[in-house]
């Protein structure tokens, strides 16, 4: 019988699989609240399921440095991680204190070792990096040498959740640029799916709201990682974007398909399949959405909900994992 992690963001316990609802945990607002408060829609949300699934780095970015705009971006990435499989290893980083021990490599990636290496280090494909705020000093959690090392982990196959003060997908990647994390273009074409929030909170949607101080996402980026043609030429292209909040007609504009067969590809699918798969998915979160009755959506309920979903894609592909 196939083994799985139960996890939430600080333990792992390891047991076998069962059909009840894992212990509740209290990280604030689900993905099914910010759903239906309009910080990103369902079409959105089973995008970004599919790719966060597939192991692509997720950022949220918004503007402001108090406790109250960095709590905001973490509230919606918390959500999001909703969104990753159960059986992935969570790694939540020790801010300064970090030592990198787990990861196998870090001297190849320009890390200089305190402390002994891990005898059995973490496997990148099934390792998420929790990395809190992502910055250049203080109040961040990472900062300097250890984001850049994060970021620079991300090519070695490891997936990445963090938050970050930029207004802007530009304001971003110039913060990370510059010293003292100091990263290259091609380092940081690693980086994934970077949402932007918006300044203010959710106001007016008449929902009973599942969280205060909720803020919508107001650009979904997807930076697109540095291939080789054929000769091993570099091919660099520019990042996409995936999705914008239009004011005017309130609502999401989406613009995924035009690169789907790069996003199916980055995450092991064929494009036809992508495609149903991320309808699928969308219509699921559409669904949970739907029950405005409770204020704020059951987090266990919710798990037990997005793994069905998930299970089922395998079934209906043999089984396989992808």
Do not use: C, K
Request: zero cysteines; a negative charge; charged letters at 30%.
């Amino acid at each position: 019988m196939r083994r799985r992690l139960a996890l939430d963001r600080d333990r792992i316990v390891d047991r076998q699989p069962d059909t009840s609802a894992p212990p509740e945990v209290d990280r604030g607002a689900t993905i099914v609240d910010v759903v239906r408060a309009g910080v990103l829609d369902a079409e959105l949300g089973g995008l970004v399921w599919l790719l966060a699934e597939g192991g692509v780095p997720l950022v949220v970015a918004g503007p402001g440095e108090t406790a109250e705009a960095v709590g905001a971006r973490t509230a919606v990435l918390d959500a999001l991680l909703d969104l990753v499989p159960s059986a992935r290893t969570r790694r939540s980083l020790a801010g300064g204190a970090e030592a990198f021990a787990w990861l196998g490599g870090a001297e190849g990636l320009g890390w200089h070792r305190d402390v002994p290496a891990a005898v059995e280090p973490d496997e990148p494909a099934s390792t998420l990096i929790l990395a809190g705020e992502i910055g250049p000093g203080p109040p961040a959690d990472t900062t300097g040498d250890r984001a850049r090392l994060v970021v620079r982990a991300i090519g070695r196959g490891f997936g990445l959740a963090a938050t970050a003060g930029a207004a802007r997908l530009e304001d971003l990647l110039d913060l990370l640029r510059h010293r003292p994390i100091a990263l290259t273009d091609d380092e940081l074409s690693n980086l994934g799916v970077v949402l932007i929030l918006a300044d203010d909170p959710v106001e007016g949607r008449g929902h009973p709201g599942p969280a205060p101080g909720l803020r919508r996402v107001v650009a979904a980026h997807y930076l697109r990682p540095l291939a080789r043609d054929a000769h091993g030429h570099p091919q660099r292209l520019p990042p996409a974007v995936l999705a914008t909040w239009d004011e005017r007609i309130a609502r999401f504009e989406h613009f995924s398909w035009g690169i789907a067969a790069e996003l199916a590809e980055r995450v092991g699918r064929r494009t036809g399949d992508f495609d149903r798969e991320r309808e699928r998915r969308s219509a699921t979160l559409a669904a949970l959405a739907v029950d405005t009755d409770r204020p704020r959506a059951d987090r266990a309920a919710v798990q037990v909900a997005l793994e069905r979903a998930r299970l089922g894609d395998e079934l209906a592909e043999g089984g396989q994992a992808h």
